[in-house]
């Protein structure tokens, strides 16, 4: 045995050289990548990166283009609605899931089904469901309704809610699967004491339970902030992003410049926007969440 | 006296599986009554179910004299102390104890005056602030205790409450529960399937096995004067000797097994001399050696096995004629293996059992 301290450097070497790609990953593809963007944001890069220096030209055109100030609405819009409504119905759904309920495994497996399938699926088949010519408009007009009316991605001031019906049907299975997993976690003891107290059931989902299940909630967060932010697939089946432009968002709008539009310098300055919107969120959050005081 | 809880013909079924079957117990004013038995024998289950955490299949359930069979676990008049501490973890200790209460509607100052005075009792005085997960096992089931304090209740369910504490923890608090009962002086139902606790805490103890109530008697009758063999076996560690064999009594009753026979006339029969098959017990601390053989009426040449020094005494397993026998020594006893060694025991406080039934005689 040495009698000298070995170097911390040369300790554990199978570990750190396993590690070495994704340190690789990390740094060239996200951190550079990133760097590279933003660069070449404040070029007028057309259909090749140039480096030809505009400063913030890119971001002024981009913020006086009606079309991205309407994506930023609608994301927001979309993004706020997902994320209360799918939190909130997945939640239930899991609360009565957990209710030693028969044939849990089919309903489960039923709710969990939409999430098998991709966006573009599940963007035609809404398509389909919400057109007036053949889909619930005209079946409840077939039973003799003839005045209703029902065609949410008909008309622009509201067809950002009808991508938000199908992104909740797709995405609450698995937040109502994830909320399950949490609520088997609870111990059935904390259950029995809040009934000998006799707090009401839903006090003790409330004040107990959820205050409890707060690691399974910040995952379920991220997992559908991120579903948010990068939406494009769904808008692209459903709606091609109309009717004209009123449900247009900023991952299409990256995607149409960059490749479409052959304007880099626009779709790099669209990305950088979105990068720095998520910035905005997530560095006061993990500020709060790790800042400050060691974790224990 | 006027019982405190009073179960009558209590059953419950999950399907076609019997768990508690047509059980009476008639628990008296600031009794400690501790439910014992392996696991899966129904303990848990009939205080889930007197808690009302369970509903019953049949039969009633009273409490101070109110029929609470169907009422809610809340309105019972009862405060539960459980395994795993089912601390609220993300309230302080105070808002444990106080969340049940206020969400009672209480005043305020009442709460106050209630939860100062059980953290008096339990002295959590200090950790009022902190959170679950700051305190120590013991800390958590003080103050889970103190939940079922605050309560004000007459009957306090505890459901193995020390089983998650190490061993020295573990003789703290049954101390300190003992005497928590006696300042106290409530009603207290304590389930537990470790024989120590039950036997230290108990004013009465029921040995329970597949939904059964084998004996329901003072600790000291258990021990003493087990009613049938499962709780001769199950109650004393290590457990009885048990040799097989007939009783004869057509003169003085007398014990015959394969190998050995010996005169039983001092034992004390429950309807009097009874002969056929059965098991005769002896705990192995009855079993005597050394100068105490004087007093020995039965003594037989016993070939040691293997020995057992706990400190505080010396456990022997040992074959008498073939047959094992396991007894108690003095601590300080020499002994080894391969040692020959002369040991008796008076009949007097033997168990003796009918084969068949499996009854005491």
Same mark, same amino acid.
């Given at each position: 045995?040495?009698?000298?301290?070995?170097?911390?450097?040369?300790?554990?070497?199978?570990?750190?050289?396993?590690?070495? *790609?994704?340190?690789?990953?990390?740094?060239?593809?996200?951190? $550079?990548?990133?760097?590279?963007?933003?660069?070449?944001?404040?070029?007028?890069?057309?259909?090749? *990166?140039?480096?030809?220096?505009?400063?913030?030209?890119?971001?002024?055109?981009?913020?006086?283009?009606?079309?991205?100030?309407?994506?930023?609405?609608?994301?927001?819009?979309?993004?706020?609605?997902m994320?209360?409504a799918s939190f909130v119905i997945g939640f239930i759904l899991a609360a009565l899931m957990d209710q030693?309920i028969r044939f849990e495994n089919t309903f489960r497996t039923i709710i969990l089904y939409p999430f098998a399938l991709?966006?573009?699926?599940t963007?035609?088949v809404w398509?389909?469901?919400?057109?007036?010519?053949?889909?619930?408009?005209?079946?409840?007009?077939?039973?003799?309704?003839?005045?209703?009316?029902?065609?949410?991605?008909?008309?622009?001031?509201?067809?950002?809610?009808?991508?938000?019906i199908a992104g909740l049907w797709q995405g609450t299975g698995l937040i109502m699967v994830l909320m399950l997993a949490g609520l088997r $976690?609870?111990?059935?003891?904390?259950?029995?004491?809040?009934?000998?107290?006799?707090?009401?059931?839903?006090?003790?989902?409330?004040?107990?339970?959820?205050?409890?299940?707060?690691?399974?909630?910040?995952?379920t967060?991220?997992l559908v902030?991120?579903?948010?932010?990068?939406?494009?697939?769904?808008?692209?089946?459903?709606?091609? $992003?109309?009717?004209?432009?009123?449900? &247009?968002?900023?991952?299409?709008?990256?995607?149409?410049?960059?490749?479409?539009?052959?304007?880099?310098?626009?779709?790099?300055?669209?990305?950088?926007?979105?990068?720095?919107?998520?910035?905005?969120?997530?560095?006061?959050?993990?500020?709060? &969440?790790? $800042?400050?005081?060691?974790?224990? | 006296?006027?019982?405190?809880?009073?179960?009558?013909?209590?059953?419950?079924?999950?399907?076609?599986?019997?768990?508690? +079957?047509?059980?009476?117990?008639?628990?008296?004013?600031?009794?400690?009554?501790?439910?014992?038995?392996?696991?899966? !024998?129904?303990?848990?289950?009939?205080?889930? !179910?007197?808690?009302?955490?369970?509903?019953?299949?049949?039969?009633?359930?009273?409490?101070?004299?109110?029929?609470?069979?169907?009422?809610?676990?809340?309105? +019972?008049?009862?405060?539960?102390?459980?395994?795993?501490?089912?601390?609220?973890?993300?309230?302080?200790?105070?808002?444990?104890?106080?969340?049940?209460?206020?969400?009672?509607?209480?005043?305020?100052?009442?709460?106050?005056? =209630?939860?100062?005075?059980?953290?008096?009792?339990?002295?959590?005085?200090?950790?009022?602030? =902190?959170?679950?997960?700051?305190?120590?096992?013991?800390? =958590?089931?003080?103050?889970?205790?103190? =939940?079922?304090?605050?309560?004000?209740?007459?009957?306090?369910?505890?459901?193995?409450?020390?089983?998650?504490?190490?061993?020295?923890? %573990?003789?703290?608090?049954?101390?300190?529960?003992? %005497? #928590?009962?006696? +300042?106290?002086?409530?009603?207290?139902?304590?389930?537990?399937?470790?024989?120590?606790?039950? #036997?230290?805490?108990?004013? +009465?103890?029921?040995?329970?096995?597949?939904?059964?109530?084998?004996?329901?008697?003072?600790?000291?009758?258990?021990?003493?004067?087990?009613?049938?063999?499962?709780?001769?076996?199950?109650?004393?560690?290590?457990?009885?000797?048990? #040799?097989?064999?007939?009783?004869?009594?057509?003169?003085?009753?007398?014990?015959?097994?394969?190998?050995?026979?010996?005169?039983?006339?001092?034992?004390?029969?429950?309807?009097?001399?009874?002969?056929? @098959?059965?098991?005769?017990?002896?705990?192995?601390?009855?079993?005597?050696?050394?100068?105490?053989?004087?007093?020995? @009426?039965?003594?037989?040449?016993?070939?040691?096995?293997?020995?057992?020094?706990?400190?505080?005494?010396?456990?022997?397993?040992?074959?008498?004629?073939?047959?094992?026998?396991?007894?108690?020594?003095?601590?300080?006893?020499?002994?080894?293996?391969?040692?020959?060694? %002369?040991?008796?025991?008076?009949?007097?406080?033997?168990?003796?059992?009918?084969?068949?039934?499996?009854?005491?005689?």
């Open positions: 045995m040495s009698s000298e301290r070995p170097n911390g450097l040369f300790r554990n070497i199978p570990a750190k050289v396993a590690a070495i *790609p994704m340190i690789i990953t990390a740094l060239v593809v996200f951190m $550079g990548g990133s760097l590279w963007t933003m660069a070449y944001s404040l070029t007028k890069s057309k259909l090749l *990166p140039k480096w030809k220096f505009v400063g913030l030209d890119q971001y002024e055109r981009l913020w006086s283009t009606k079309r991205w100030v309407v994506s930023i609405e609608n994301l927001f819009i979309y993004g706020v609605c994320l209360i030693k991709s966006f573009i699926v963007g035609l398509q389909w469901i919400l057109n007036p010519e053949f889909g619930i408009q005209s079946i409840i007009r077939g039973l003799g309704f003839t005045s209703f009316e029902f065609d949410p991605l008909y008309n622009a001031d509201i067809a950002i809610y009808g991508i938000l $976690g609870i111990d059935q003891e904390i259950w029995k004491a809040a009934k000998v107290d006799g707090i009401p059931t839903w006090k003790t989902y409330l004040f107990i339970v959820i205050p409890m299940m707060r690691p399974v909630f910040i995952t967060l991220v902030a991120a579903s948010i932010v990068k939406v494009y697939d769904l808008i692209v089946a459903q709606t091609g $992003g109309g009717p004209g432009i009123s449900t &247009e968002m900023p991952a299409k709008y990256v995607y149409d410049y960059m490749f479409g539009g052959q304007n880099l310098g626009q779709g790099f300055a669209a990305s950088t926007m979105m990068l720095l919107a998520v910035l905005v969120v997530v560095i006061p959050w993990a500020y709060l &969440e790790f $800042g400050g005081k060691k974790r224990g | 006296m006027e019982s405190s809880i009073s179960i009558r013909d209590l059953s419950l079924s999950f399907g076609a599986v019997k768990v508690l +079957r047509n059980l009476n117990i008639e628990i008296g004013q600031g009794e400690f009554l501790v439910l014992l038995g392996s696991s899966g !024998c129904g303990k848990s289950t009939l205080l889930n !179910c007197i808690a009302g955490l369970l509903d019953v299949t049949d039969g009633q359930i009273f409490i101070q004299g109110k029929n609470v069979t169907w009422a809610e676990p809340s309105d +019972r008049g009862i405060g539960m102390v459980f395994q795993s501490y089912a601390l609220y973890p993300q309230m302080t200790v105070e808002g444990n104890l106080s969340f049940g209460l206020k969400n009672a509607g209480m005043a305020k100052d009442e709460i106050k005056k =209630r939860v100062a005075r059980a953290a008096e009792i339990l002295q959590i005085e200090p950790l009022l602030k =902190r959170k679950p997960a700051a305190l120590s096992g013991g800390q =958590r089931q003080r103050v889970a205790i103190g =939940r079922a304090l605050v309560r004000d209740v007459d009957v306090f369910l505890f459901d193995e409450p020390l089983s998650n504490l190490d061993a020295k923890l %573990r003789a703290d608090l049954r101390v300190e529960i003992k %005497r #928590l009962h006696q +300042r106290l002086k409530n009603t207290m139902i304590y389930v537990t399937h470790d024989q120590v606790e039950a #036997l230290t805490l108990a004013d +009465r103890i029921a040995i329970m096995k597949g939904g059964n109530i084998q004996q329901l008697a003072s600790p000291n009758e258990i021990y003493n004067k087990p009613a049938n063999k499962y709780v001769a076996d199950f109650i004393g560690s290590p457990s009885m000797n048990f #040799l097989e064999g007939v009783i004869d009594i057509s003169g003085a009753p007398q014990f015959n097994s394969d190998v050995m026979s010996f005169d039983i006339s001092g034992y004390e029969f429950v309807d009097g001399p009874t002969g056929g @098959p059965a098991w005769f017990g002896i705990r192995p601390e009855h079993i005597v050696t050394g100068e105490l053989l004087a007093n020995a @009426p039965v003594q037989f040449d016993a070939e040691v096995e293997l020995v057992e020094p706990m400190g505080s005494d010396t456990l022997v397993w040992a074959k008498v004629e073939g047959v094992p026998m396991h007894f108690r020594m003095d601590g300080q006893a020499e002994v080894r293996s391969g040692d020959q060694m %002369r040991i008796g025991f008076d009949p007097a406080r033997a168990n003796i059992f009918n084969k068949e039934t499996e009854l005491r005689i």
